[in-house]
C-alpha cells in the first residue's frame, strides 16, 4: 500500500473521476504492506472502532445534512485513521478491513462534502475512498462509491460522465455479485439518461434496475447499501420520470417514496420537493404549494446546500405562476425561510 496523507483541494476537475474509474476497473489491488517502523498494533478491535463512529456520523449526516458533523468527520479521519493507515502494524487480513473500513469513512466525508455542495472536495475524497477500497480489494465497496460519483455527476450537469461511471459500478456490482448494488448502479444509469431525453434508454435501465432490485435480499445487503430500499428506489424512478417530464408517473413514485423508515430526515426533504414538482408539472398548484411548504419545513431544520438549492429550482420551476395567489404565497414564505444569497449557483449543473 502507498502511504500517502489525505491532500484534498477544492477545484471540481472534470476528467478526474474517468481516470479514476478506468484505475478501479483495470489495475491489480496494491499487497498491504508495512512501514519501515509501525508506531502501534492495529487490531480488529480498531477497524470496529472506525466503523461505529461511520455508523454514527452517517446517522447525524442522515437527520441534519452534511454541514452539522463534516468538520468533525474530517478531523476524525485525518487524526485518528490517517496515522493507521500510514504508521500501523496489522495482518494482511486487518489490513484489508481496515482500508475497508477507511474507505466507508471516507466516502462519507466525500458525501457530506457533496451535501454542501464543495463539489472539489467532494470528488478527492471519493477519489480517494475509491483507491482505499482498491487497497482492500472491496469490488463491492468500490462500485457503491463509483455510483456516488454518478450520482454528483448528474448534479453537476456531467450526465455523460455520469452514465460511464454508473456503467463502472454495475460491473463492480457484478464482480461482487451484489444485486442490490446493480440495482442502484443500474438505476443511476437510467437518471442519467433521462436527463438526455433518452426516453426508451432510460425506461430499459428502470426495467432492469427493478429486475435486479427483485433478487436482492436484506440478509445479503452489506451495512452501507441497506438505504437502498423500496422508497430509494421509487424516488429515482420518480427523477427520472420527472426528467423526461412526465409529471403523472413522476408523481406516483414520488408517493411511493415517502414511505421511508424513520431517520432520512435529508432524504425526505429531496422526496416532498420531488413530489411538489411533480404536480407542478402536472400545474396542480394548489398541491405542489402545500407540499412546497413541507419541504420548507423540513429544509429549515437542516444543514444542506443540496436541500436549499432543490426548494430554489421548485421556487424558479413555480416562477411562471406567480400572478397565482397561493404561489405567491409559497414564494413569499419561501423567501423568507431560505438563505439571502447562494453562493454556489455559478458553479451548478442539473438538478439531480
Not at 15 to 24: D, F, H, K, N, P
Not at 25 to 33: G, K, N, R, S
Not at 107 to 133: F, N, P, T, V
Request: aromatic share 8%; proline share 3%; hydrophobic share 45%.
Amino acid at each position: 500500500m502507498e502511504r500517502r496523507r489525505f491532500i484534498i483541494d477544492s477545484v471540481f476537475a472534470a476528467g478526474a473521476y474517468a481516470t479514476s474509474a478506468i484505475r478501479w476497473l483495470t489495475a491489480p489491488p496494491a499487497p498491504i504492506t508495512l512501514p519501515a517502523r509501525p508506531a502501534r498494533h492495529v487490531g480488529r478491535s480498531d477497524v470496529d472502532a472506525i466503523r461505529e463512529v461511520t455508523q454514527t456520523f452517517l446517522r447525524l449526516d442522515n437527520l441534519f445534512g452534511g454541514g452539522r458533523a463534516r468538520p468533525t468527520v474530517v478531523r476524525y479521519l485525518h487524526d485518528e485513521v490517517g496515522p493507521l493507515l500510514h504508521d500501523g502494524r496489522y495482518s494482511e487480513a486487518v489490513g484489508r478491513e481496515l482500508f475497508t473500513a477507511a474507505a466507508e469513512l471516507t466516502r462519507l466525508a466525500g458525501w457530506m462534502a457533496y451535501d454542501l455542495e464543495q463539489h472539489g472536495l467532494a470528488q478527492r475524497y471519493l477519489i480517494q475512498a475509491l483507491r482505499l477500497a482498491r487497497e482492500a480489494d472491496d469490488h463491492a465497496l468500490g462500485g457503491e462509491i463509483l455510483a456516488g460519483m454518478s450520482h454528483q455527476a448528474v448534479y453537476v450537469g456531467r450526465a455523460d460522465d455520469a452514465l460511464d461511471l454508473a456503467r463502472a459500478a454495475h460491473e463492480s456490482a457484478a464482480k461482487a455479485g451484489l444485486p442490490a448494488l446493480a440495482a442502484e448502479s443500474l438505476i443511476m444509469q437510467a437518471h442519467a439518461l433521462a436527463v438526455g431525453k433518452e426516453a426508451a434508454a432510460c425506461g430499459a435501465a428502470l426495467n432492469a434496475a427493478q429486475r435486479a432490485f427483485e433478487r436482492s435480499s436484506a440478509a445479503h445487503t452489506p451495512p452501507w447499501l441497506r438505504y437502498f430500499d423500496e422508497a430509494y428506489m421509487a424516488a429515482k424512478f420518480g427523477h427520472c420520470f420527472r426528467e423526461l417530464g412526465q409529471g403523472s408517473k413522476a408523481e406516483k413514485f414520488a408517493r411511493r417514496s415517502l414511505d421511508m423508515v424513520d431517520g432520512y430526515v435529508r432524504g425526505r426533504a429531496f422526496n416532498v420537493v420531488l413530489l411538489a414538482n411533480a404536480q407542478l408539472q402536472q400545474q396542480n398548484l394548489d398541491e405542489a404549494c402545500a407540499v412546497g411548504n413541507q419541504a420548507l419545513d423540513l429544509g429549515s431544520g437542516l444543514q444542506s446546500a443540496r436541500t436549499i438549492r432543490y426548494i430554489r429550482d421548485l421556487r424558479r420551476r413555480m416562477s411562471k405562476y406567480n400572478n397565482e395567489s397561493v404561489v405567491n404565497d409559497f414564494q413569499s414564505r419561501a423567501h423568507e425561510l431560505l438563505p439571502a444569497s447562494d453562493p454556489h449557483a455559478s458553479s451548478r449543473g442539473h438538478a439531480a
